[in-house]
């Protein structure tokens, strides 16, 4: 079946550590997205990927880092820099046309112990 | 720098009545697209429905319509013979129509909590 797999779906992290959340996708789209979830927010963009080997960032970057080695890839890593990363997180991935939907993973669940 | 404002946090309905979602937007922009997702209880955005801002035609899908006003950037939400499984968050989403960077990224709203009545 087609879609957007993300692992795990909690994670704990302790202070000062760096944690890394999984994004698969196997739609063979170009484009990937980071999402971040608060209670009572919509979803705000971190970091977005249209091409391997190129990403940028999005509305609220600072704290995290992210990789695209690989089209099917977009994993996404929380640095210690991050001072609130208690949040859910959530993948997308679309075409480039533009305007075209974005479809999103099950998302992650991060806690900080 | 475009704004999506749902002003409704929680709505509820029962069940087999009809109810509509509320949804506004800023862009200085003519051409875009919206969409409604829903976020049942185990989280996953689901798309419900798309809306092209070039056409006049309002989206339906199913049970889902919407009521799209350009000119008053209203985009609202109908959703008929409701069910318990539309028990949800809806968020409500703008997107640019220009290719490509930054303008790729969604822009959500608040949510509305709907709670279906059986």
């Known amino acids: 079946d087609g879609g957007i797999t993300q692992s795990p779906k909690y994670l704990f992290r302790k202070e000062g550590q760096n944690v890394t959340l999984s994004c698969e996708q196997n739609?063979?789209?170009?484009?990937m997205y980071w999402y971040r979830q608060d209670p009572g927010q919509g979803l705000r963009l971190i970091y977005y990927?249209?091409?391997?080997?190129?990403?940028q960032k999005g509305d609220i970057a600072e704290g995290y880092s992210v990789s695209r080695e690989k089209k099917e890839s977009f994993p996404l890593t929380v640095t210690s820099a991050q001072k609130n990363p208690t949040a859910f997180y959530l993948c997308?991935?679309?075409?480039?046309?533009?305007?075209?939907?974005?479809?999103f993973g099950p998302g992650t669940r991060l806690l900080v112990l | 720098a475009q704004t999506v404002t749902q002003s409704q946090p929680e709505m509820s309905v029962q069940e087999a009545e009809t109810v509509t979602l509320s949804c506004t937007y800023d862009?200085?922009?003519?051409?875009?697209?919206l969409f409604w997702y829903k976020q049942p209880p185990s989280r996953q955005m689901i798309l419900v429905i798309r809306?092209?801002?070039?056409?006049?035609q309002n989206a339906t899908e199913n049970r889902f319509s919407v009521n799209f006003q350009k000119a008053a950037k209203s985009f609202s939400l109908k959703i008929s013979d409701s069910q318990l499984g539309d028990a949800a968050m809806y968020f409500c989403?703008?997107?640019?129509?220009?290719?490509?960077?930054?303008?790729?990224?969604?822009?959500f709203g608040t949510g509305t909590l709907l709670a279906v009545q059986p």
């Open positions: 862009t200085s922009e003519s051409d875009y697209y």
């Open positions: 989403a703008y997107r640019s129509a220009n290719y490509g960077g930054a303008t790729n990224k969604l822009i």
């Open positions: 990927s249209q091409i391997v080997n190129d990403f």
């Open positions: 739609l063979n789209h170009d484009a």
């Open positions: 997308a991935s679309s075409t480039l046309a533009g305007g075209e939907t974005q479809y």
């Open positions: 809306q092209e801002a070039y056409k006049q």
